[in-house]
Nanobody
Framework: QVQLVESGGGLVHPGGSQRLSCAASRNIFGITVFSIKDLGWYRQAPGNQRELVAAISPDGSTNYTDSVEGRFTISRDNANTMVYLQKKNLKPEETAGYYC?????????WGQGTQVTVSS
């Protein structure tokens, strides 16, 4: 049973922009539960461990890993149980599968992710 569904990935040129979306199942979360959770975007490149790149708290406070600070923006829409990641000035080394989950992550919630390929 898929809990979180990511979308919006694909091929993008270096320096380009892209917006990822994550839809949380209301059957599982409900609006109230979703709105009180810390949420994050993670990514995993081939041969690497999955890393947290962006986080957003229930009150909208955000944090980013140093490598994406100033280029990525995480946001949330509690009413629609959605999380977004706006990315700009993308780099080839950011080619990876991107996933959303709670913070700390909850194993049963991992979705299929969305593949982002940054290449010319």
């Amino acid at each position: 049973q898929v809990q979180l569904v990511e979308s919006g990935g694909g091929l993008v040129h270096p320096g380009g922009s892209q917006r990822l979306s994550c839809a949380a199942s209301r059957n599982i979360f409900g609006i109230t539960v979703f709105s009180i959770k810390d949420l994050g975007w993670y990514r995993q490149a081939p041969g690497n461990q999955r890393e947290l790149v962006a986080a957003i708290s229930p009150d909208g406070s955000t944090n980013y890993t140093d490598s994406v600070e100033g280029r990525f923006t995480i946001s949330r829409d509690n009413a629609n149980t959605m999380v977004y990641l706006q990315k700009k000035n993308l780099k080839p080394e950011e080619t990876a599968g991107y996933y959303c989950n709670t913070i700390p992550y909850t194993d049963p919630y991992w979705g299929q992710g969305t593949q982002v390929t940054v290449s010319s």
